[in-house]
Nanobody
Framework: QVQLVESGGGLVQPGGSLRLSCAAS????????MGWYRQAPGKQRELVAQ???????NYADSVKGRFTISRDNAKNTVYLQMNSLKPEDTAVYYC????????????WGRGTQVAVST
C-alpha cells in the first residue's frame, strides 16, 4: 500500500504561483507512475502531470509551459510547481501513484483545493 498526503493548495490571484507537494509513505523510486490529477466542479477528473517509467513526464496540454512536475526521491515527495495560474485551473488537485506487479493498483491522496480568483 501507498499513502499519499498532499499539501500546498490555497487561494491565489490570476497570474500567481503555487507549489503542491505530495509525500508518499514508501520509496517513490519503485513506483511505476506518480503525478497529479485535478477535478473541477461538475467535471471529470483529469491528468495534469505525471512521471512514468522513472523520469518520463506527461503534461496536459492546458498546463504545458506553466506547470512543472518534479521529484525528490530522498524525501519520497513529488511536487507540482504551478505558475501563471488561471481561473480555469481552479480545482481539487489529487496526488496519484500507480504500482505494477501481479496487479496494477492506483492510490490517491485526499486532495488539496486550489482556487484562482481575484
Amino acid at each position: 500500500q501507498v499513502q499519499l498526503v498532499e499539501s500546498g493548495g490555497g487561494l491565489v490571484q490570476p497570474g500567481g504561483s503555487l507549489r503542491l507537494s505530495c509525500a508518499a509513505s514508501k520509496s517513490i523510486f519503485s513506483i511505476y507512475a506518480m503525478g497529479w490529477y485535478r477535478q473541477a466542479p461538475g467535471k471529470q477528473r483529469e491528468l495534469v502531470a505525471q512521471f512514468t517509467s522513472g523520469s518520463k513526464t506527461n503534461y496536459a496540454d492546458s498546463v504545458k509551459g506553466r506547470f512543472t512536475i518534479s521529484r525528490d526521491n530522498a524525501k519520497n515527495t513529488v511536487y507540482l510547481q504551478m505558475n501563471s495560474l488561471k481561473p480555469e485551473d481552479t480545482a481539487v488537485y489529487y496526488c496519484n501513484a500507480e504500482t505494477k506487479g501481479s496487479l496494477t493498483l492506483n492510490y490517491w491522496g485526499r486532495g488539496t483545493q486550489v482556487a484562482v480568483s481575484t
